[in-house]
């Protein structure tokens, strides 16, 4: 094992010597039982609010981002895990809390990782990554409330960005008729390829509207929060679900409680950092049957370690689509 690594890593100052790629010797890696030899890690827009410092991700420094992680075990104190094993990691506050993914090795507990799917490639699980287990957590909210593909219109909103790109995907193979919203109009043919029916702009969700309005949606997957949210729950049918993941458009909620006590309309919380490990193998099972790997080159890009810094103010300024693979051997 090489006793240095390269890392991108965050120090707690202003402007552009916030971040920097660096190489990092073993010993300065945090105490855990299990390290991981990384292969692929991600940049999701929480990674690149982190490196910008657009937002106090980043809960101590220095501190290395990047939620999502996959490699192979080089050294294990734990009985779940052996040298040799491929092993994928998502949240638990990896990249916020305790050194991240955008590294070329890792420290973390055994319960926090899960096996690779034997369906998935190390860079197809990355190209699926936070997003795609997110979505897939989103989907089996609905399903577990009732909604089925007979239920009606499913809206998706970031549907251009990772976690709606696959939320389209999936529910469109399982059979679902999908509203695909985006702010960005020029992707509408990259969405509908994904399998939406219908591409709507970002405008028409975004101002404030009525408490209740005419009913649409039979569920919804909303990565954006604020008035785009209230509008969605404002017209979902009766005893329609909404699932919420998301802040891309802001924290708040300027909603009523109409929709729900008028209309039965469920709103269900999407936290994907400390689901339970039972959960998120039981949403990786589900995206190997489940997600079409043919879109896999439509949805991720892939970028080298060294690219991560310039590409974090793109994602965040909404010019990039679907999903950021980061070699970081490269």
């Known amino acids: 094992m090489h006793s240095h690594f390269s890392a991108i890593v965050i120090d ?3 402007g552009p010597d916030r971040a920097a790629l660096k190489q990092l010797d073993n010993s300065e890696l945090p105490h855990a039982n299990v390290t991981v030899r990384v ?5 999701n827009y929480k990674d690149a609010l982190a490196i910008t410092g657009r ?21 294990s104190e734990s ?19 305790h050194w991240g993914g955008l590294a070329q090795r890792v420290r973390v507990d055994a319960d926090w990782l899960v096996p690779l799917p034997t369906t998935f490639s190390p860079r197809e699980a990355m190209a699926i990554g936070t997003a795609g287990y997110t979505a897939m957590l989103c989907v089996t909210a609905l399903e577990r409330h009732g909604v089925t593909p007979e239920a009606g219109e499913i809206v998706v909103t970031g549907a251009a960005g990772g976690v709606g790109s696959f939320a389209v995907a999936i529910l469109a193979r399982l ?9 960005r109009l020029d992707e509408a043919q990259y969405i509908t390829g994904l399998g ?15 408490p209740l309005q005419k009913e649409r949606w039979a569920g919804a997957v909303d990565v954006v929060g604020s008035n785009t949210l209230a509008n969605i729950c404002a017209a979902t049918k009766y005893r329609g679900v909404v699932t919420a993941c998301g802040l891309a458009g802001g924290m708040d909620l300027p909603a009523s409680v109409a929709p729900f006590i008028l209309r039965g309309v469920t709103l269900v919380g999407i936290d994907s950092v400390m689901c339970p490990r039972e959960e998120r193998i ?22 080298g370690l060294s690219e991560v810094i310039a590409t974090a103010p ?10 950021v693979v980061v070699d970081v051997n490269s």
């Not at 009985?79 to 809390?97: F, H, I, S, T």
């Not at 059979?175 to 702010?183: C, D, E, I, N, R």
């Not at 793109?314 to 999903?323: H, I, M, N, T």
């Open 196 to 210: 939406a029916s219908l591409v709507l702009d970002r405008a028409e969700f975004a101002a404030p509207g009525r």
């Open 79 to 97: 009985p779940m895990y052996k040298p040799g094993d491929a092993v994928l990691l998502n949240g638990w506050g990896v990249g916020e809390r």
């Open 55 to 75: 937002a106090p991700i980043a809960r101590s420094f220095p501190m290395i981002p990047g939620i999502d992680l996959v490699g192979v075990v080089e050294q």
């Open 12 to 14: 707690d100052v202003p």
């Open 314 to 323: 793109r994602l965040l300024d909404g010019k990039v689509r679907g999903r």
């Open 175 to 183: 059979g679902y008729q999908v509203a695909g919203v985006t702010g």
């Open 282 to 303: 039981a949403a990786w099972k589900r995206l190997s049957t489940d997600l079409d790997l043919s879109k896999l080159p439509d949805i991720a890009e892939e970028i």
């Open 39 to 43: 292969s692929y890690s991600t940049l």
